[in-house]
Every structure is written in C-alpha cells, then in structure tokens.
C-alpha cells in the first residue's frame, strides 16, 4: 500500500468548507484512495473512495490530482458533527478477494463554532 | 440495515485473565477484518477472514491471541492470558469481499482496559 502524508491537525469554521490534503506520491496505478473518519469513541467510518476521477457522494467530495500524488478531500459545509480523526488510505488489492487498509495517524480536524 | 455489531462495548479485566470479543458482520458480507488500535493511532489489522477461512492472520499475536469464525458469520477474538500492553480498542469490520474496491465497514468497537 501507498505510503500517505496528512497534516496533523486542522481547524475549519464552522458552515466553511473543510479542505483535508493528502500526498500519496507512491501510490500504484491500481490503489486506490480511500477516506475514513473516526469520531471519538466510534469505530472508523467510510467516507469516499476513487481511483483516478473526482468523487462525490452525500458525506464529501474527493478531488484526485491528475498524477495520482495527492488528494483533497472536501467537506462543503462543515459542522460540529464533522470535528474528527480525517484518515487518507491507499487501498490496493491484496489478493484471496480483498483490499487491505493500513491506517496513519490521520489529522484531526476541529470544526470552530 | 443494520451495521457491525461488537459486545461488549466495555471490558475491564485483570492481567493475566482471559477475554473474548464478539462481532457480528453486515448480512451478506464475506469478509471479516480484527482490528487493534492502541490510543492516538490509526486501526491496525490482525486478522481477516474469508468466509470461514483465516486468510491473513500474520500480525496476530499468536501465543495468547486466537480467532474463530464459525459458519463464516459471527465471530470471536480471545486472549489469554491478557498483559497490560493488550489495553485497546478491538475493532471489528465487514466488507462484500471480491476483486474490486471494496469498503470496509467498522462496528463500535471494544474498548479494553487490563489492570
């Protein structure tokens, strides 16, 4: 798996956008990037994935640079919900029919009111 | 539909004895994933199975720590004897299983302290 570089921490205002960077310089053409959450005191939760082409779905949006390096994840309009451990994982294939996580430290995003 | 499900949410034991962690998957998923993660890091993998097959067991602590997954369903995650270094959150997950993306879904978790 891709080895991934997150910032540590970051603060987003509230009702802003949260745009969460994530290099993933190594990643292979068949990785792909995948985002966690974890709130505290929860267990690990699925936001997005993507492969080469921009994502989008109900939670966040993914942005993939076009050499696969690095991503941004985007959260339109964060609220106090969304303060959480923000995981970025390059996910390849590891064969007998699964893909294999390995989770960072991830960065801590606080939403400020 | 219902997600991942853990028991206990909560253990507090005393080193040296044993304890058991159960997960029950999403309907229909697969494959099934341990987890262990210490504080202030991200989720480590122990085990995986497929269906009832152990299929990468190769982080698993193997002298006190063991895993079974009857009827490719439920299963559990035992050590024994328990250290104190063992004091973590046990996470369990699912997935559909197959050779294409495939999200994994985390339960709660089992948050154990060993005194």
């Known amino acids: 798996d891709a080895k991934t570089t997150q910032p540590t921490s970051m603060d987003c205002a509230e009702g802003r956008a949260a745009n969460l960077p994530c290099n993933h310089s190594?990643?292979?053409?068949?990785?792909?990037v995948y985002w966690y959450r974890q709130i505290h005191s929860q267990g690990p939760q699925y936001i997005i994935h993507?492969?080469?082409n921009n994502e989008t779905n109900e939670m966040a949006s993914l942005i993939i640079t076009e050499d696969r390096k690095s991503s941004t994840l985007i959260l339109p309009h964060a609220t106090l919900r969304d303060t959480a451990v923000y995981y970025c994982i390059g996910s390849a294939y590891s064969g007998a029919g699964s893909y294999q996580l390995t989770f960072g430290k991830g960065t801590k995003l606080s939403v400020i009111p | 539909e219902a997600g991942v499900v853990q028991s206990p949410r909560y253990k507090i034991i005393e080193k040296k004895q044993p304890v058991a962690f159960w997960c029950n998957p999403i309907s229909g998923h697969n494959t099934l994933y341990w987890y262990l993660q210490n504080l202030g890091q991200g989720p480590e993998l122990l085990i995986r199975y497929e269906n009832e097959e152990a299929v990468d067991d190769s982080q698993l602590p193997k002298d006190r720590f063991s895993a079974e997954r009857l009827k490719g369903v439920d299963s559990t995650l035992k050590i024994q004897p328990a250290e104190l270094g063992d004091s973590a959150v046990y996470l369990c997950?699912?997935?559909?299983?197959?050779?294409?993306?495939?999200?994994?879904?985390f339960g709660p978790g089992t948050r154990l302290t060993v005194l």
């Open positions: 993507g492969l080469k």
């Open positions: 190594t990643i292979s053409g068949n990785e792909y």
């Open positions: 997950a699912s997935s559909v299983g197959g050779p294409r993306a495939d999200t994994q879904y």
